[in-house]
């Protein structure tokens, strides 16, 4: 599945999709920085309730395919352009991280 059908699937918000047509092949949830760099895989949708700019570099290094935040949570400023300018697709959800984990597991 892409992002992009992710995206429309679940109804999320989108906050920069830069590369909308990305699979999605796993996800990852998780807010500890240092642990998803260390497990996180490429092409997974990351869940999370961070919302700073060090997402984004965590989302290059990892290469996920999308970072959703979760729980009604919106970027900082400036987050939003960072991501589009790094080619990183950030999203949004009112779901809970648990939730929205097992909907991307039923569609994956």
């Given at each position: 599945m892409t992002v992009l059908g992710l995206?429309?699937?679940l109804n999320l918000t989108v906050f920069a999709l830069p590369q909308g047509e990305r699979q999605v092949r796993g996800g990852y949830a998780?807010?500890?920085l240092s642990w998803v760099m260390g497990k996180a895989e490429a092409d997974d949708a990351w869940l999370t309730i961070m919302s700073n700019p060090n997402i984004v570099a965590v989302a290059t290094l990892t290469e996920v395919s999308c970072i959703?935040?979760?729980e009604g949570v919106s970027?900082?400023?400036g987050v939003a352009a960072l991501a589009a300018g790094k080619e990183i697709n950030l999203l949004g959800s009112d779901s809970s991280v648990f939730a929205l984990a097992a909907q991307i597991t039923n569609l994956l």
């Open positions: 995206k429309e699937t998780g807010d500890l959703i935040l979760c970027p900082d400023a």
